[in-house]
């Protein structure tokens, strides 16, 4: 249907209707904005989420586990699909806003030409309708001044005491009235034949013709907002293939968690290398008593005899006792944090070993460079010694110098890494044959222990045979006779002296198995330091524990060479 022939009196209402149409439009560009400034918050905070969880650390700390590395991939994925929602928020504010704000400034300005052709054809109508209706008031005017100079000549006419004089110029004035009335006449009527003609084109022609273009305009409008209807689906349609991938991403990094591969990680990172602690050994204190009748046995050995056959055996001090409970339950309790050293001897030997091996690897990828750099140096020297207007071969002396100096260094730290990597691994080496050996000969291990809750690794301070060794006397215990007692399991006597140290500082040994020394205190040397960075020591007054090697000094006996470790 056409507006032109069904709203021709309807100028007005097309007015306001054409005006709420792009009111409508502006304000679903205005929606759009919102939902864009929402997808452009969401991806903001979506990144800001994925960048507060994302590791700050260099990646040789990052954790290994696969729960760790699929709730990074997660992250990644998460990241990915904030980047979809920054595209949707581009694409709708370049598509679709953009489009709508633009086309709402074409509308306005349209409508605002074709409104002004409408008044101006209005206006035109109603100036011929003035000058119609101005032509037909003085038609009026003029027939009642011509019938008024009628009436007067027909009086005067009439009338017998008139002059002639008189009659003759009312005559002459009713015939110019007449006159002047019969030129309104024919102007009134000109005009309205021009009036009723131009009010026809105007309805007929004009009118059409304008609200025809307003309704072209007002189409246009409602088939822009459909195609951007599409346009605001559209874009969410094309992320999704991606989107469907971020996601199967995240299903894939779920599936890949294993908890088996995380436990043998567990294991390698926290593995020591040192053997378990061996059983403690049964400590008797009955053997001083003597059997009555009460107890359903009894003992003709007189007292004297059963302590010959016994002999002046040791007796446990209970703080000796608790001192090497107290040093067998690393295991259970918080470890002393020893300082970090060049070797890593402060670590376990298996730690130790990865540790090492990793900065060998490190130092072997850096003398890699320098070498790269160093055949380069040459090889640029070469072409400048061939071609020296190319350059100075002697400007690049210096810096091949400093590269093979570099070098040497690196070899240097290497070899000496690898020494002590070869200290380590042979160690393990020889304690895997000893352990070996005592599963053959079916001996549990039982012993000192280090504050990893391990045991000695000095292969000098080991021994296998049945007896035991005499023991230097001991400060507040008695010397026992070493032919008095054939169980090599016995380890009811505290470690032998070896050596001696003065404490350079005070010590506040908090955590169990620790000593509390104070600067200056003399204590004795019964295990010296395997590696771990802590040394086995007791005080004057038979309290033992470890103390960090560092704050003591040392002075070992030469005809000792440590503490007994039974197998």
Not at 256 to 271: G, L, P, Q, W
Request: proline content about 5%; hydrophobic content about 25%.
């Amino acid at each position: 249907m056409s507006w032109g022939t069904e709203l021709w009196d309807q100028f007005d209402n097309l007015d306001k209707h054409t005006q709420w149409g792009i009111d409508f439009l502006e304000r679903y560009a205005k929606f759009v904005k919102e939902r864009l400034d929402i997808e452009q918050n969401y991806a903001k905070q979506l990144r800001n989420l994925v960048k507060k969880y994302c590791p700050k650390r260099s990646k040789d700390e990052e954790p290994r586990f696969t729960s760790c590395l699929s709730f990074y991939s997660i992250l990644n994925e998460l990241s990915d699909y904030a980047g979809q929602r920054e595209v949707v928020a581009e694409e709708m504010a370049h598509k679709v806003y953009g489009e709508l704000m633009r086309y709402s400034q074409d509308l306005k300005s349209e409508r605002k030409h074709h409104l002004q052709e409408g008044r101006k054809a209005q206006q035109y109508l109603d100036h011929c309708w003035k000058q119609m209706d101005n032509s037909k008031r003085k038609f009026e005017r003029e027939c009642k001044e011509a019938e008024k100079s009628q009436l007067t000549y027909e009086r005067l006419d009439n009338d017998i005491n008139a002059t002639k004089s008189e009659v003759e110029k009312a005559k002459a004035q009713y015939y110019l009235r007449t006159h002047m009335a019969d030129e309104s006449k024919n102007e009134y009527a000109a005009q309205l034949q021009n009036f009723n003609a131009e009010q026809w084109k105007h309805f007929n022609n004009s009118i059409p013709h304008i609200f025809k273009n307003m309704q072209a305009m007002d189409e246009r409008r409602t088939v822009k907002l459909g195609e951007t209807y599409r346009s605001f689906a559209e874009v969410e349609l094309k992320v999704i293939p991606i989107v469907s991938k971020c996601l199967e991403g995240m299903v894939s990094a779920a599936k890949a968690v294993d908890e088996r591969k995380d436990s043998h990680i567990v294991v390698e990172s926290f593995k020591s290398g040192f053997d378990p602690p061996g059983d403690f050994p049964f400590e008797d204190f009955s053997q001083n008593l003597s059997r009555t009748g009460s107890d359903g046995t009894i003992s003709n050995t007189p007292k004297g005899d059963r302590e010959r056959d016994v002999g002046p055996g040791p007796r446990s001090d209970p703080k000796h006792a608790m001192s090497r409970t107290k040093n067998k339950l690393w295991l259970f309790g918080k470890k002393p944090k020893a300082p970090s050293l060049e070797d890593y001897s402060h670590l376990p030997p298996e730690q130790r070993r990865k540790r090492l091996q990793q900065r060998i690897d490190e130092l072997s990828k850096e003398l890699q460079k320098e070498m790269d750099q160093r055949d380069a140096l040459n090889k640029m020297k070469d072409v400048y010694e061939k071609n020296p207007q190319m350059g100075d071969p002697s400007s690049l002396q210096p810096k091949i110098s400093e590269t093979i100096c570099n070098m040497e260094k690196l070899r240097s730290e290497i070899h000496k890494n690898e020494t002590w990597l070869s200290e380590v691994e042979g160690k393990q080496s020889s304690r895997g044959d000893r352990r070996h050996s005592a599963d053959n000969h079916q001996h549990t291990p039982q012993g000192r222990e280090s504050p990893e809750g391990s045991y000695t690794d000095d292969t000098n301070q080991e021994h296998h045979t049945p007896h035991r060794r005499t023991n230097p006397p001991q400060p507040g215990q008695p010397n026992p006779d070493p032919h008095e007692f054939d169980d090599e399991f016995d380890d009811d006597d505290p470690l032998p002296v070896i050596g001696h140290c003065k404490a350079l500082y005070s010590f506040d040994g908090q955590n169990e198995g620790t000593l509390v020394i104070a600067e200056d205190e003399v204590l004795y040397i019964i295990e010296e330091d395997k590696g771990d960075g802590w040394t086995r020591a007791r005080k004057q007054s038979g309290e033992e524990g470890y103390v960090p090697t560092s704050y003591v000094e040392i002075t070992l006996e030469k005809n000792c060479k440590g503490a007994v470790t039974y197998i």
